[in-house]
């Protein structure tokens, strides 16, 4: 620490173009710094606005917790990838786990998105949404055989095939129904995404995919089998990864592959190279879309093949923010907590993967960081957990009512929320210029119970 820093206790981080200060006292994430980097999100004359509809009078008319998306930071991602890969015949494959409320599939269908999916019940979101099964890839470990029925009775585009046995099931289920199943095999090259272990999915100790070593081997059995209609190769190799390298590498084995497979007879249609692309939480930098992009570009040209992509977080997760208000202040001799309305059932990312997000105060209560103002404040919900936080040590100036926007909440929040501790789940809600619209209710408490009955056998 220097001099200066002693005597203030402040350490600017180290990263470039950074929102946060260190302090002694705690994490200062500043509100108007962080949403210069958020396009759904402004101030104006101090209050929070999600493009031209006020945070404030979303939190009055829908009540919190809730959950709000940007329609066009939706589409802009969207666009941004097409336009990034418009060179090459390509499909971006929405990957569904990441928001599949109707209303944000529905938008996506109609710009002329496919979908990852990884079960029945995402299928028939996107169906129910509009969108068209032959632009749908069914990712997933775990295929049943009532799955597999479904989709291909639907029309699946392909099914992403992570072991002989599924591929054997997916065969069998084709037979009875007089089909050919559209395959691809998804295969682990072995890369570290160099993220998080629990959303690195491309090494050889995760369950995912099928060896590369293996890989040719399957292929020639797939090309076998009666039913199965060869058509791509996929991998996935994690989530928010922030750097291209690992992406490239896992391009490189997937490339030999192909190129074996051709010395074999074996041809391909479509090279998938799922999703995974970071999305920048508070100070991080992730590879930009055109980065990616251009790093893939040359290699991918070459091929001559259609190229799908499965990007979720990255089109989802900055076009949302989850709402919430304080509900109790308990200042303690050790930390402060500010309880609040959501909770780690709403939102548990942070509780799950340490993930850091920032909480920002829907009105402006000063300019910049202000020591003497300011506590650091814990930002807790009621569950009876102690892992029930949504951030830590965070410098904000708060007052009971306040309403908070946690930012970066479109991916991997509703779709992970539960009913923990018998918590409605939380309303979501989608904001176009200055419309905005209840895309789904919160949930009452009698529907929590109402598929249950009392033991009346005795
Ligand atoms: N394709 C496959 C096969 C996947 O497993 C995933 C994510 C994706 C595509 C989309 O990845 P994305 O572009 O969203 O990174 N709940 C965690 C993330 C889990 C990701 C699981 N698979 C989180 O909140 O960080």
Redesign the pocket.
Known sequence: MSHSEQQTGVTESTLGESVTTQTEQGLYIDPQALTAHLPALHYRDDALYMEQVSVAALAKHYGTPCYVYSKQAILDVYQAYTDSFASLTHQVCY?V??NSNLAVLGVLAQTGAGF?I?SRGELMRVLAAGGHASKVVF??VGKTKSDIEYALTQGIGCF?VESISELTLINEVAQQLDKAAPISL?VNPDVDAKT?P??S?GLKDNK?GIAHEDAVAVYQQAAELSHIDIVGIDC?I????TEVAPFVAALDKVIELIHKLNDKGITLQHVDL?????VRYIDESPVTIDEFAAALLPKLSALGLTVFF?????IVANAGVLLTKVDVLKPTEHKNFAIVDAAMNDLI?PA??Q?EMAVIPETLPNKGLDTDAMQPWDIVGAICETGDFLAKDRLLSLATDDVLAITGAG??GFT?SSNYNSRPRASEVMVSGDLHQLIRKRETIEALYADETLWQAD
Do not use: C, W
């Not at 799922?274 to 970071?278: K, P, W, Y």
């Not at 499965?310 to 990255?314: K, N, V």
């Open positions: 990957a786990k990441a990852d990884v990712s997933g992403n998804r998080h629990y959303i999915t995912f996935h994690g989530s928010q990864l799922g999703g995974g692309l970071g499965e990007p979720g977080r990255s990312r799950l993967y993930a991916a991997y992970m």
